[in-house]
């Protein structure tokens, strides 16, 4: 089992920047890829970025540009750095953690972007 708990969230003025920690634990070496997912109110989850085990990354064309996935082996976490944020940005984001057998989900913190 992996366990994923978010950080980071909060409220900001449209430009502004955030940066969104996912910290995982557990079986770590079963982790074949990371991602940042978000869904807003009304809308269906959708993909933000991703990290896969190799350092490979893959973007939203929402957020290219604007956004980048990092990640610090050492200490089990995976980043999103969101810069010039845009108030259609707001939602819950959300860290999962893909596995061979089972997708796993962190708990989400909401990310407020205010015009």
């Known amino acids: 089992q992996v366990r994923l708990v978010e950080s980071g969230g909060g409220l900001v003025q449209a430009g502004g920047s955030l940066r969104l920690s996912c910290a995982a634990s557990g079986r770590i070496y079963s982790i074949n890829a990371m991602g940042w997912y978000r869904q807003a109110p009304g809308k269906q989850r959708e993909l933000v970025a991703t990290i896969s085990r190799d350092g490979s990354s893959n973007y939203a064309d929402s957020v290219k540009g604007r956004s980048t996935i990092s990640r610090d082996s050492a200490k089990n976490t995976v980043y999103l750095q969101m810069d010039s944020l845009k108030p259609e940005d707001t939602a819950v984001y959300y860290c999962?953690?893909?596995?061979?057998?089972?997708?796993?989900w962190g708990q989400g913190t909401q990310v407020t972007v205010s015009s």
């Open positions: 999962k953690a893909t596995t061979p057998i089972l997708p796993y």
